[in-house]
């Protein structure tokens, strides 16, 4: 069984992903950027930077199909990038379960704020201004695929977020 975590960046995917690895074992833990960065052997800035984010997005539906045939008994618990599901939601859909992890843009720009923007391509040097824009136009776009997902999640803070 494949779980694919979807939603933008920043929304706590790979942190879901990590809280789940502790309660749930035998588990096998991806995350779908650090895979393609170890596959590329470049950053995710340098990908986009030197071949462009139309190969990147490439590169993610391929390291999707890749997990196409998994073992059905084996757990496989997914971080996807913030736009894997743009082009793959159907995909996802298809071989796996989809969890959107719904933020606010509120939450998700103060989750950022706390990061290195500069190793995310998309929002290198934004000001705060065009940082709060570009969340709130991105999640206007891709909404339509988060929504696809089969479960929303939009309660993880201050919860007990537990595999059950």
Do not use: Q
């Amino acid at each position: 069984m494949i779980i694919f975590f979807i939603g933008y960046m920043g929304c706590g995917k790979s942190y879901v992903v990590n809280k789940l690895a502790n309660d749930v074992k035998d588990a096998k833990i991806i995350d779908m950027d650090s895979e393609i960065e170890k596959l590329e052997g470049k950053s995710i800035t340098e990908i986009f930077e030197t071949k462009g984010e139309k190969y990147f997005r490439k590169k993610e539906t391929k390291f999707i199909e890749s997990l196409i045939g998994s073992k059905p008994h084996e757990l496989i618990l997914v971080a996807t990038g913030g736009g894997a599901p743009i082009k793959n939601i159907d995909l996802m859909n298809e071989i796996g379960t989809t969890i959107y992890i719904k933020l606010s843009p509120e939450e998700i720009y103060n989750n950022l704020k706390k990061d290195d923007l500069n190793k995310r391509p998309l929002l290198k040097n934004l000001s705060d201004e065009d940082l709060m824009n570009k969340i709130k136009n991105d999640l206007k776009k891709r909404e339509k695929y988060y929504k696809k997902a089969k479960y929303t999640y939009d309660e993880i803070k201050n919860s007990n977020f537990k595999w059950t």
